[in-house]
């Protein structure tokens, strides 16, 4: 069982940053594999960043390639999203998630694949 709590959501103008957290419980958080989605009203839940349990690969979905940046720290049972040049289009609910990954190197992308989930975190990006 693993229990997820992130922070660091808010409002923010257009070309701001926020930084996202998700702590972690449990004592096997490196054996899953982490991902940000976001869901913004009227829209499916994407997933936005992921990355594997070892922290060696992450994805990214195009649309913010070059702006957001997922890190974790398996000492701290944390994985964070640093978010950059938002946009207004960013604005949704974003959660952090975690999946029972086979191996320390799998990066997980579709949502049926995470066992896990936060409750989510507000970000408000105006125009």
């Known amino acids: 069982q693993v229990h997820l709590v992130e922070s660091g959501g808010g409002l923010v103008q257009a070309g701001g940053s926020l930084r996202l957290s998700c702590a972690a419980s449990?004592?096997?958080?490196?054996?899953?594999?982490m991902g940000w989605f976001r869901q913004a009203p009227g829209k499916e839940r994407e997933c936005v960043a992921a990355?594997?349990?070892?922290?060696?690969?992450?994805y990214y979905t195009d649309s913010v390639k070059g702006r957001f940046t997922m890190s974790r720290d398996n000492d701290k049972n944390t994985v964070s999203l640093q978010m950059n040049s938002l946009k207004p289009e960013d604005t949704a609910v974003y959660y952090c998630?975690?999946?029972?990954?086979?191996?320390?190197?799998?990066?997980?992308?579709?949502?049926?694949?995470?066992?896990?989930w936060g409750q989510g975190t507000q970000v408000a990006v105006s125009s």
């Open positions: 990355i594997n349990g070892r922290g060696s690969s992450t």
């Open positions: 449990g004592r096997t958080f490196s054996t899953y594999a």
């Open positions: 998630a975690a999946a029972a990954a086979r191996t320390p190197y799998t990066i997980a992308v579709l949502t049926a694949q995470y066992d896990y």
